[in-house]
T-cell receptor
């Protein structure tokens, strides 16, 4: 149980274009989904927290107009990287929980490797 | 604030033991441990919630100190499959998990 599906696994796009990444909880309802970014050989850095039906909460330094997050249902959250630039190239990982995070493990998607040329 | 892990990297021979530490500057509600293989998502290992708690599964165990500011992950009789980067994740009351700096573990035959 507790499967999170993330698509696509990888994407290559040209600078200036937008890319959408989907994160779905397949067998549970995710009250909260988290979006992380990971650069090579670095830790996972939280970008934003999204709750179904409400606006996402962004971490300091993350541009909300550049990284659009939509959590339209209890099983789907999307991250759209708008006007992508080479410095946005990274590994993006979503995770989901069904209750308060401090006593529940995060269930991760398999990640999306974004390369902006 | 990001928890600090030590060591940053360690190389072991198969069968040897390892300890990975995770330290926070303030008391925590919980600490999680995850293992990440290259190019893959992190995989959950365990959560500790109570000060003084120790728990484990097979040859991987962890502890959480009484002050709830430090946790250690213990890998005994390491196997090749244990290779990867280990992250602690800490939660301090804001329902967000902050991941540590990571420890890269390499097991050689």
């Amino acid at each position: 149980g507790a499967v999170v599906s993330q698509h696509p696994s990888w994407v290559i796009c040209k600078s200036g274009t937008s890319v959408k990444i989907e994160c779905r909880s397949l067998d549970f309802q995710a009250t909260t989904m988290f979006w992380y970014r990971q650069f090579p050989k670095q830790s996972l850095m939280l970008m934003a927290t999204s709750n179904e039906g409400s606006k996402a909460t962004y971490e300091q330094g993350v541009e909300k107009d550049k990284f659009l997050i939509n959590h339209a249902s209890l099983t789907l959250s999307t991250l759209t990287v708008t006007s992508a630039h080479p410095e946005d190239s990274s590994f993006y990982i979503c995770s989901a929980i069904s209750s308060s995070s401090y006593n529940s493990p995060l269930h991760f998607g398999n990640g999306t490797r974004l390369t902006v040329t | 604030q990001q928890p600090v892990q030590s060591p940053q990297a360690v190389i072991l021979r198969e069968g040897e033991d390892a300890v990975i530490n995770c330290s926070s500057s303030k008391a925590l509600y919980s600490v999680h441990w995850y293992r990440q293989k290259h190019g893959e998502a992190p995989v959950f290992l365990m959560i500790l919630l109570k000060g003084g708690e120790q728990k484990g599964h097979e040859k991987i165990s962890a502890s959480f100190n009484e002050k709830k500011q430090q946790s250690s992950l213990y890998l005994t009789a390491s196997q090749l499959s244990y290779s990867g980067t280990y992250f602690c994740g800490t939660e301090s009351g804001n329902e967000k998990l902050t991941f540590g700096t990571g420890t890269r573990l390499t097991i050689i035959p």
